[in-house]
């Protein structure tokens, strides 16, 4: 694996490139993984992931834990791992234990033999070595050591015991790996400052390719979520400050940071500030699933905000729409004018509106296509404003819009 930052903007964001030797194709970041069940996206049909844009679409999340029922392991081996199996030998999957769909952290049965995840097989008790012979089986091309992760309401003496826990768990699979894929170490503490911050500077000394920082999402206000970023990333700083560019608390800058639980637009916004390069999130499929279109501007600047039109029925918030409202049964436009999707190119939503009142498949096929196509997008757009040095003045006019908009509609009601 070959990670390299490209530019810089206010300090801290970045843009890179991610290559890997079994993906012909480099992978810009920030980037998001997109999400998956038993390592194929949801909704969308495999013929249709041409459609999508290339090669930001080739990322994908996989959780192992998805695969524990069904083809064994060894089985999945012999075929030669998962990207045989699921067809996608293009592709890189990112194996992550957690999702916010079937395999959710329990930290209260979590213990110091292993991580406790809830799945609708009921609660699993994930050894680091039960963990391993599954990253062996399964190659995936990067991969997080187990961690045992903690809510923000958690108790100190708890964080601390996570910490330790998540250590030891990253010492053993580090010396159980077999080469399979690049190993991102796991980082976590809860919503306490100096123990993520401890976490981090432990987990910088491991022989990792990169950094998982897990926690996030449980829990914890964006308020919160600044200073327990802050606490574990590298700042890029002044010149006369560049000796303590590597300080011992900060993580290497030439090492690609990944991040579970921030999904929101505004969530995004504020990692890539903080220096996230890869983010795993479930934001598209909970959209898609509650029948929610993305249609916020992409323009590197949001220069236009849509005047807000009250009307209880559109589920309208500035950034997506609801496609099950009855206004849109005749609506015969796309969901958004000049969108470049599949799904925009070819069909309208008073057809989607229609799906959804049959309860028909097809309607979740078609909006997850677009929303992966819009959110893509929107990750584009952030990478071209970061090089142009502009990110932040991306970030201000997107969150201010939407600010504007939740106001005209609180004035409204």
Known sequence: MKFVVKAWSNGKARAGVLQLGSCPHPIETPALLLTTRKGLPVFIPPDHFPSLPSPDSLLFHVSPLHFLEGISLKAISNIGGLHPLLGLRDHILVAVPRDSIISIPDHDSTNRIGASFETPSGRMLIKPAEYMEMISSMRPNLWTTLADEVPAWASEKRNKASVERTLR??????????????????????????????????????????????????????????????AVMVHKLPLIFIQSLHSKDSLPEEKPRLISGLGLPEEVLQGVAAGIDLFDSTYIYHLTLGGFALTFPLERIVTQITKYQPNSDSGSDGTKINLKATMYRKDTSPIVDNCKCYTCQNHTKAYINHLFNV???????????????????????????????????????????????????????
């Open 169 to 230: 768990w990253l010492d053993e699979c580090i010396i159980s790996n077999s080469k399979d894929g690049a190993v991102f170490g796991s980082i976590v503490g809860g919503s306490r400052v100096e123990v993520r911050q401890s976490c981090a500077q432990e987990v910088s000394r491991r022989n990792v390719e990169g950094f998982w920082i897990g926690g996030f999402g449980l829990g914890e206000s964006m308020e919160e979520r600044n200073p327990l970023l802050s």
């Open 359 to 413: 309860h028909e498949m097809l309607a979740h096929i078609l909006l997850e296509i677009h929303n992966t196509h819009h959110y893509l997008g929107f990750f584009c757009s952030i990478r071209e404003a970061i090089q142009e040095g502009k990110f932040e003045q991306f970030r201000q006019k997107f969150v201010g819009s939407r600010r504007e908009h939740l106001f005209s509609a609180a004035l409204s009601i």
